[in-house]
């Protein structure tokens, strides 16, 4: 089973070859009470360290599928389960330093039920997490 | 005298279920208030909705089975405003609810309780909610299904989404329709802990909703031959019994008045500390279930165990 956190220890890594890393991840966990279509997530926002990652510069990977944020915008039918979770591929060249980072998330979820200047609603997270390889 | 039912939406356990608690956990901690019935989440109980596969279907049934629990009713989401720009059809609506009407059917639902997306902070849902449940309304019939929207604050009970909801009952004729009472209107002191997806933004625009709409509960009965299911929501029942939020003490003695003898199924939504919502729960039947018996002593009527 997954953490409690939103954002899960495992899964924050390098991405790229070793030496010339291209970017990093992020494992997050499906954090609303029901499962979600894909285009009822407006993006996932970062912030590591202070800076800030916006959602539209990053990928989703959902299983072995990978989205952009526009394609996510109009996935219908694939949805986010409970109990699941999202990997955010955010570009950044040479990766993060190896050591303890400071992870921040917020997820723009729209719920169509909630009225509408709640949407989205933006539900966030915070926590520590490690890089291990350079 | 007529009697409660008593069951537990699996919304409760919001948060536990996928990492403290798996669906037999649920359901033992289900059958362990008493209660008879169940109620799920299609989306969210089910691992590949809106398909369960065979071995999902069959530890489904092993556990009806053996904690000895009926289905109630399946909460879906028709999911009007599908992407930022486009909303769903009517027919996309109708498509959904026929859907979920089946999937309801084969897990052994007797209730579908569809929440339609919204165009406005009253909670006025989106208009093609009429056709697209018009069009299932035989299929309901056909499945034996009662197709439920809810309630829910802050819409209250004398408004135009309720009278809208009667009024296609009415003209339709149909018993396939009903309302189903969120206890949550009847809210009447502030909470400081929501367990339904608090955002900074909600906290600081949402504060009728938050504070309470303190719905009467006379006005229960200008409804009540409608409602066939209520959703016993609730967010905190301290050591002493005592509902921080949700007057039961009045709820009670009304609804029994009143003859209702369908079930109270509880929606704890309150702090999502893990494993709080077993204790929640428990403590709300303990409650419930003493102010039953009081009404019923003082009425003359059975003492239920």
């Known amino acids: 089973m997954l953490e409690r956190s939103h954002i899960q220890s495992t899964g924050f890594h390098n991405i790229g070859p070793v030496g010339a890393r291209t970017g990093f991840e992020v494992r997050i966990r499906q954090p609303n009470y029901r499962s979600s279509r894909l285009s009822l997530i407006e993006g996932v926002d970062l912030v590591i360290d202070g800076v800030e990652y916006p959602a539209e510069q990053s990928r989703i990977r959902v299983g072995d599928r990978e989205y952009s944020h526009a394609e996510m915008a109009e996935e219908t039918v694939a949805r986010l389960y409970v109990g699941s979770y999202f990997t955010v591929i955010v570009p950044k060249a040479g990766g993060l330093a190896p050591g303890v980072h400071h992870v921040a998330s917020s997820i723009r979820f729209r719920h169509p039920y909630f009225p509408p200047e709640f949407q989205p609603v933006f539900v966030r997270d915070a926590r520590h997490a490690t890089i291990i390889l350079p | ?305």
């Open chain 2, 1 to 305: 005298m007529s009697a409660f039912k008593y069951g537990v939406s699996l919304y409760s356990y919001t948060e536990d279920l996928g990492t403290v608690m798996s669906l037999e956990d649920a359901f033992d901690h289900v059958a362990g208030t008493g209660s008879t019935g169940i109620e799920i989440l299609g989306e969210t109980s089910i691992p590949t909705y809106p398909e369960p596969t065979t071995a999902w279907l069959d530890n489904w049934f092993a556990l009806l089975d053996r904690y000895q629990l009926e289905p109630t009713n399946m909460a879906a989401w028709v999911d009007t405003r599908i992407t930022i720009g486009r909303n769903m059809s009517a027919e996309e609506g109708a498509a959904q609810i026929a859907q979920d009407l089946r999937l309801a059917h084969r897990l052994g639902f007797k209730f579908l309780r569809p929440k339609f997306g919204v165009i406005d902070g009253e909670l006025t849902p989106d208009p093609i909610w009429q056709p697209a449940v018009e069009r299932n309304l035989d299929l309901a019939h056909q499945l034996g299904i009662v197709i439920l929207p809810e309630i829910h604050s802050p819409t209250p009970i004398k408004h135009p989404v309720t009278d809208a909801y009667i009024a296609f009952i009415e003209r339709t004729g149909t018993k396939n329709f009903g309302l189903m009472i969120d206890t949550g209107i009847f809210q009447d002191r502030p909470l400081n802990k929501w367990g339904g997806g608090e955002t900074d933004e909600i906290r600081k625009k949402a504060l009728s909703f938050l504070n309470g709409i303190k719905v009467p509960v006379e006005h229960l009965a200008d409804v009540i031959q409608y409602v066939p299911f209520i959703q016993a929501k609730f967010h905190h029942i301290d050591e002493n019994l005592h509902d921080h939020h949700i007057p039961w003490d009045r709820i009670v003695p009304m609804l029994k008045k009143l003859g209702y003898a369908g079930y109270l199924s509880s929606e704890y939504e309150g702090a999502r500390d893990p494993w709080v919502s077993i204790e929640q729960v428990r403590r709300q039947h303990a409650l419930i279930r003493k102010l039953e018996a009081e009404y019923d002593a003082a009425h003359g009527g059975n003492v239920h165990a």
